[in-house]
């Protein structure tokens, strides 16, 4: 099949599954309802579970193994971001070109949502890992677990809010975009790998590419926080000089900034054809590594900085 339709298949079968693999029980408080709801029609761009079911496909991964997983991950990522936008956080009004669900279903809605999220991407990794032996099981909850909790996400979150109370030595924002950022770009590649039976080599490998995109990800995405304060992204603007939160463009300058997305793009790229020469089945990584150097090749273009 050709890639593209592959991807474009992958996609809109995965879209259809977000929306109906957390259903609303009758008789749901209304503003929990309307929250949980509201949150699923804006799905956002999904990569992360694109991502995740592509490369479980890529080591024979069964179809509802690969959904499942999918599925789950994308509900982590987005119950992350309904903390992320809670006053006591970023205090953002705007999220994916639409208020923020505790602007209109209150803060206490948004923070059950985000538990219902969590709570049924528990339950579909639970399907997607059983039947495996139990030694794979064992090392992809624990995987799942250390990138999710203190070593990852949530330490990376606590960096951040807290950012000008931390010590100098850790006050660099790619250090936090570690935790931050890189875990929940780790999970989608490696997680469906290890359920595959990936060699160590190639586990290695795609956590090395997951370092590359995360820490890129995170520059490109600080990058339009400074270069677009409107919100003309879809999300609040200006957030981190405002509230005083790492990012590299203002930490590197914005020439700088670009620069080091560009070269950490380049280190991704040559993980990849690494990673193609043993297992030609992850070609598609390539579509996503061209997707993301084209945004930042947008992005470089709309840049209002005269000497870019």
């Not at 700088?256 to 070269?263: M, P, S, T, Y």
Request: hydrophobic share 45%; net charge positive.
């Amino acid at each position: 099949m050709d890639s593209t339709l592959a991807s474009a298949q992958a996609r809109a079968r995965l879209q259809q599954a977000f929306k109906r693999s957390l259903p609303v029980a009758p008789g749901t408080e209304q503003h929990l309802a309307g929250a949980i709801r509201e949150t699923l029609r804006h799905r956002g761009s999904m990569v992360r579970a694109e991502l995740a079911y592509r490369v479980a496909h890529s080591f024979a991964q069964p179809e509802e193994r690969a959904e499942s997983l999918a599925i789950a991950i994308e509900y982590f990522h987005t119950a992350s971001l309904l903390f992320d936008d809670l006053p006591s956080m970023d205090n953002a009004t705007e999220r994916r070109g639409a208020p923020c669900i505790h602007q209109r279903y209150g803060e206490g809605a948004a923070i059950l949502a985000a538990l219902a999220l969590i709570n049924r991407a528990y339950a579909l990794v639970w399907q997607a890992v059983a039947g495996l032996p139990t030694e794979v099981q064992q090392t992809a909850l624990s995987y799942l677990e250390r990138n999710l909790g203190l070593a990852g996400l949530l330490n990376g979150q606590s960096q951040d809010l807290h950012y000008a109370a931390l010590p100098g030595s850790l006050r660099i924002p790619h250090q936090i975009a570690l935790g931050k950022t890189v875990s929940l770009i780790r999970i989608p590649l490696v997680l469906p790998a290890i359920l595959g039976g990936a060699s160590r080599r190639e586990i290695r490998h795609l956590e090395f590419l997951a370092l590359f995109w995360g820490l890129g990800y995170q520059t490109v995405d600080d990058l339009k926080d400074v270069l677009f304060p409107g919100g003309e992204t879809g999300k609040t603007g200006a957030r981190d000089a405002q509230l005083n939160r790492p990012n590299q463009a203002l930490y590197y300058g914005i020439p700088g900034a670009f620069e080091r997305a560009r070269r950490l793009m380049c280190l991704g790229g040559k993980v990849i054809s690494g990673l193609t020469r043993r297992r030609e089945s992850l070609a598609f990584l390539l579509e996503s590594h061209r997707r993301f150097e084209s945004e930042m090749a947008g992005l470089s273009e709309a840049c209002p900085a005269p000497s870019l």
